[in-house]
């Protein structure tokens, strides 16, 4: 059985800071490496099958700025809570 903290993922909210998994492999890089990154959510955006179940996030990359959609089971953890 999967553990609860795998699916992190669908309590994240907007104004969440994230840890995303980075989807493009680098060049030069062995295959089993992981990159990561920190991002801030700005929105989330539900599927059609139900709007409340996330299935993309839009995210601010906290270093450069960059806004990406990214897919919402990339998210490994939640670092830092919207306030309230």
């Given at each position: 059985m999967t553990s609860p903290e795998t699916y992190e993922f669908l309590f994240v909210k907007p104004g969440?800071?994230?840890?995303?998994?980075?989807?493009?492999?680098?060049?030069?890089?062995?295959?089993?490496?992981?990159?990561?990154?920190?991002g801030q959510v700005i929105d989330c955006i539900g599927g059609a099958r139900n709007p409340n179940s996330w299935t993309l996030?839009?995210?601010?990359?906290?270093?450069?700025?960059?806004?990406?959609?990214?897919?919402?089971?990339?998210?490994?953890?939640?670092?830092k809570k919207a306030d309230n």
């Open positions: 969440d800071h994230v840890v995303i998994r980075d989807e493009k492999p680098l060049e030069n890089t062995q295959n089993d490496r992981n990159d990561y990154w920190i996030f839009q995210v601010a990359d906290i270093d450069n700025g960059e806004i990406v959609i990214i897919n919402a089971d990339t998210v490994e953890k939640i670092l």
